[in-house]
């Protein structure tokens, strides 16, 4: 072949740039909208994308030469607290007031964020020093800031916990954020049914302790929830803390609530029910509360929000069946009676009865299905962590079957504080609030030998289906 001819060059030279100009104004008509094509998308909220005022954006909380302004706690029980103006500096989180007997003690909101041990000694160890969080006036927070912060917008949900209680779903959905939406919507205490509210949707979530992949969980549950209910929401992880570390400038939040797992423990609440979501139940707050979380996942997985459990559709009866993981099963034979027996009620009543392996269903299917059930039934486990989609009536209920003498509030708590009944099984007898036992781990708790009286079950659906209820649905 012969060397190309200067003409040749020549001709290969334009067609380059003939094609780099067209694709260049491509890119350009693709970045700018042009006045002859207006967006086609039409709900009014979408359009506030382009302002017509040019202005300097509002990224700085600047008090030049006046006082700083000072933190504000709206909110607070142990861990769970809802901040307005909290300052971070160099990884240390701020509290700036001049009256400090006004802010709850540091230790009620914060700690050093490491993994959780039992006993008194590790407890001692996971309390916040001044490098962790600090308690500072207007003086030395001008001292310490200069002359502004740079702002973290809209409400941030920040977590200080190690990976430990995260990486699951029943910790993640129906512990960290059912504990988040408790605190967050004790602003609002007129959250009606239908889940409406005058909060703003959370921007951001932070997470200082937390690598970025360390927040999902094996069913994948932990995103769907999150993304199908608060999908603004933006995450920070443990390397955009450090980045905001070495910048050496002070950030503050808008407002934050922040949530801390070895404070949330001082509290009685905790010490009562093991349970970290059960400490800002003693802040004010709508019995609807999760409505406004739940609404949107229930509404993600296809369904209405009418649709589910009511006064006067067929019941829907769901035993959620354990007996293939080879763990805290119950008797095979107890199983198999349980199955005839909830047969025999669907075709004395008519009403529906579903037996399933939840690991069977796809997420959506998970979510459908609790949303449609009226009795909830199974073994104490991550199964049950599905109830927090069913719909609450006065006889959407939840049957847990433990070992005899063993007790857990994980799902009896998480039940109750959405207004669901819930009683707790041990063989033929059965237990529910006020007349509970203390929580209790038997020799056997764990094992595949739990036994349960059929009848027994069958006679509770029964009688919480049959109820004469006075109530409208
Ligand atoms: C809730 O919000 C929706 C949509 O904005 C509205 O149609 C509905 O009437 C509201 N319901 C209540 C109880 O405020």
Not at 137 to 161: H, M, P, R, Y
Not at 384 to 394: A, D, G
Request: charged share 20%; aromatic share 12%; glycine share 6%.
């Amino acid at each position: 072949m012969n060397p190309p001819t200067r003409r040749e060059c020549a001709l290969v030279l334009a067609l380059l740039l003939g094609i780099l100009y067209f694709s260049n104004a491509r890119i350009r008509t693709n970045l700018v909208p042009t006045p002859s094509s207006p967006p086609s998308h039409h709900p009014s909220q979408l359009n506030t994308l382009q302002g017509t005022t040019p202005q300097l954006y509002n990224t700085r909380l600047t008090w030049g030469n006046n006082q700083v302004p000072q933190t504000k706690v709206l909110a607070s029980v142990p861990g769970w607290s809802i901040i307005d103006r909290l300052y971070i500096f160099k990884g240390v989180v701020y509290v700036v007031s001049d009256d400090p007997d006004s802010v709850p003690d540091v230790e009620n909101m914060y700690s050093k964020g490491v993994e959780i041990f039992p006993g008194k000694e590790a407890e001692d160890t996971r309390l916040p020093g001044d490098e962790d969080i600090r308690i500072i006036g207007t003086a030395e927070a001008k001292a310490l800031f200069g002359t502004g912060a740079s702002i973290v917008d809209g409400v941030t949900f920040f977590v200080n916990d190690h990976p430990q209680f995260i990486r699951h779903y029943y910790h993640w959905s129906a512990e960290l954020y059912f504990g988040f939406w408790r605190t967050y919507s004790s602003l609002d205490p007129a959250i009606p049914p239908e889940g409406n509210t005058t909060l703003p949707q959370p921007r951001h979530m932070f997470f200082n302790r937390l690598d970025a992949f360390r927040w999902r969980d094996p069913t994948n549950m932990n995103q769907l929830v999150l993304r199908s209910s608060l999908p603004e929401v933006t995450m920070e992880f443990r390397d955009d803390w450090d980045d905001r570390i070495k910048m050496g400038v002070p950030f503050v939040f808008d407002r934050v609530v922040l949530a801390d797992r070895s404070a949330a423990m001082r509290a009685y609440n905790f010490q009562r029910y093991q349970r970290t979501a059960s400490v800002p139940f003693a802040l004010p707050g709508s019995v609807n509360w999760w409505m406004a979380i739940r609404n949107n996942v229930v509404q993600f997985a296809g369904m209405d929000l009418n649709d589910g459990s009511s006064t006067t559709a067929t019941p829907v009866i769901t035993y959620i069946s354990r007996q293939a993981w080879g763990r805290r099963t119950l008797l095979q034979e107890d199983h198999e009676k349980l199955v005839k027996e909830l047969y025999r009620l669907r075709d004395a009543h008519g009403w529906e009865v579903n037996v399933v392996l939840m690991e069977k269903l796809s997420r959506a299917e998970q979510i459908r299905l609790a949303v449609r059930t009226t009795i909830m039934m199974g073994v104490h486990g991550n199964g049950l962590t599905s109830l927090i989609w069913m719909r609450p009536t006065p006889r959407t209920t939840v049957i847990e079957f433990f070992y005899p003498g063993g007790f857990a509030h994980d799902y009896e708590y998480t039940a109750r504080s959405l207004g669901i009944a819930h009683y707790g099984f041990w063989g033929d007898s059965s237990f529910t609030s006020p007349n509970m036992p203390l929580n209790a781990y038997p020799e056997g708790f764990q094992g595949n030998s739990i036994p349960v009286d059929a009848a027994a079950v069958g006679r509770l659906c029964y009688d919480r289906l049959t109820l004469s209820l006075e109530v409208d649905d």
